[in-house]
């Protein structure tokens, strides 16, 4: 599986939007772009995910690269309740029973 | 609804003792995963049930087994502890095996002195 890189940690003032960056430079032509985040004391939730079009749901927005080397994840108005560690996975197909290969994430902390 | 609940919430156990982790999926869910997640790292797959048998493992040694009930309840073993099984352990469940719409719980914080 491809793996990611991200930034241990990020900083974002309540309101802004909050822009979370993923480098996947090797990801083959079959790997979705998965986002989960996990808030302290609590389990994963999955955000959103995408394979080459830009994707938004209720909770944030996709944006993922021309030559899907690299994405973007926003949250468009980022509250104090949106500080969290943001997981960035890659993975083949959409619904095969390859597992989630989890990095360390990136630690997103939303200031007043 | 309660979602995916896991007991107990935390525990502590001392090397070579034996650990049993209980998790109750989400209403409607057939299938259950479990992960263990280190101190300051993503989890990590352990294993998947679905019809009760185990379907998909991760690359953990036989000491951690599991089981999964006909209420499709599951319950997470780990024989002769190791200070490095200290971890939270989640587990996820699902309607299927696939990924998409897993719901994970809480966790159980496992100390091992």
Known sequence: ?112 | DAGVTQSPTHLIKTRGQQVTLRCSPKSGHDTVSWYQQALGQGPQFIFQYYEEEERQRGNFPDRFSGHQFPNYSSELNVNALWLGDSALYLCASSLGTGILGQFFGPGTRLTVL
């Open chain 1, 1 to 112: 599986d491809a793996k990611t890189t991200q930034p241990t940690s990020m900083d974002c003032a309540e309101g802004r939007a909050a822009n979370l960056p993923c480098n996947h430079s090797t990801i083959s032509g079959n790997e979705y772009v998965y986002w989960y985040r996990q808030i302290h004391s609590q389990g994963p939730q999955y955000i959103i995910h995408g394979l080459k079009n830009n994707e938004t749901n209720e909770m944030a927005s996709l944006i993922i690269t021309e030559d899907r080397k690299s994405s973007t994840l926003i949250l468009p108005h980022a509250t104090l309740r949106d500080t969290a560690v943001y997981y960035c996975i890659v993975r083949p197909q959409e619904k095969s029973n390859y597992q989630l290969i989890w990095g360390a994430g990136t630690k997103l902390i939303i200031k007043p």
